[in-house]
């Protein structure tokens, strides 16, 4: 769909710290992917793994990590902040491949949250 089945939530990003990332609303065992952008929201890429259902987060996007969903469809990944991440703030968004060719992908809204010094 168009939509956002998933929803994202995560702490403050202080460099030099841990950050957890959560999803909700995945499926138990689904292996949900943490993706990063330093250039914000808006029309992104349409990665073929995820059968090209679109991003909302814009290029250059890194993978942070995956996490699988437990029993309440929930997946959550810590992610190290780097001290020297030099940029004022990311955009964070999940996703997972579902479905024949990933056809049937879905993702989560994308978050825009300030990189905080501690």
Do not use: H, M, Y
């Not at 990063?36 to 290029?59: H, K, Q, T």
Request: hydrophobic content about 40%; overall charge negative; glycine content about 16%.
């Amino acid at each position: 769909g168009g939509g956002f089945d998933l929803v994202l939530t995560q702490d403050p990003l202080v460099r030099g710290s841990i950050a957890e990332l959560t999803v909700s609303g995945a499926q138990e065992g689904e292996l949900v992917t943490f993706l990063l952008s330093p250039d914000g929201e808006g029309c992104g890429l349409c990665p073929g793994r995820f059968g090209g259902l679109c991003l909302d987060v814009l290029a250059p996007v890194r993978r942070i990590g995956n996490a699988v969903a437990d029993a309440t469809g929930t997946a959550t990944l810590s992610f190290a902040v780097p001290g020297s991440l030099p940029f004022a703030e990311l955009s964070t968004q999940a996703a997972i491949r579902r479905g024949t060719g990933g056809a049937d992908s879905v993702k989560s809204q994308p978050v825009t949250a300030p990189v905080l010094d501690p």
